[in-house]
C-alpha cells in the first residue's frame, strides 16, 4: 500500500515519472500483489481502479491515475493514521469501500512517500503495533518510506526501523534504490491452504521428508498452514502436510 503526502509540488510529478520503472520491478519480481493509493489525510483508496492487482487490463494508467493525489492535502499530515484506518472495518469490512485488499496468506508492505514528517495524534509504536495486529506474524509487516533525510523524520523513522524497511531520500535520485525497495516485498510462500477442515491434534508437516515439528501453525478459521517468517521452507523445497478431516458422517 502506498501512502503519499497531498502536499507535494513537484515530488508527485517526479513519483509519476517512476510508474513504469515501479511496475516492471513488481512483474520482473513475480509478486502476486495488491497496490492501493491512500493519502495522508483520506483513508479511503483513491483513483478509479482503486485495488490494482497484475490482472488490471491497463495497469499503468489505473497506477498513474491513483498515485496522482495532487497538492491540496491538509494538515496536519497523518500518514500513519490514514494507513491504519484504511485497512480494518469498516473501510475494509466486506462490501466496503477498501474491502478485498488485505489477504490472510500476504505480506503487508506500507510506503510512505512524503515531504514532511508524520503528524498523527499517537506514537510511530502505536499504529506499527496496530499494522502488525492485522496479520498472524507481526514480521509479515514492512513499513518503509520515500523521505527526507536533511531534517529529522522521527515518526516515520521509528515506524520504518521497527519493521525493517528500507528508507529512500525524496530529495536525491530515490528511483535508483527503487530495486531494493522491491525486494523487500519479495517473500518465500509462507502459507499452504488445506483442501478439507483437519482435526488440529493430527496435523503433521515434513519438508524434504523430514518431520517439522515447531516454527509453522494451523489457522483453524482459514484452513490453513502458515509458516513462521524464520521457519519457511527454502526455494525448491517439498512440503507435505497430513491430517484427518473432520467427518460429516451423518449420524
Known sequence: MLVSSGNMTGYDALFLGQAVTILDLLEDAEIDFHIAVVTTDDAHFQGTEPLMTPTNPDLLSAFQDAADVGD????PEQGLKMAVDALPPPLASPGGFN??????EAGLQVVFHASEDDQSPNAAGYYVQQLQSLKLFPEDVVISGIIRQDTPSPEFETAIAATGGTVLNINEDWWTGLPDLIDGMVT????????VSPIPDTVQVSVDGAPVWSGWALVESLDVIVFEPAAVPSPGSEIAITYHPWCDCGF
Open 99 to 104: 474491502d478485498h485488499f488485505l489477504r490472510d
Open 188 to 195: 518465500l510462500n509462507d502459507s499452504f491452504p488445506l483442501s
Open 72 to 75: 491540496g492535502g491538509a494538515s
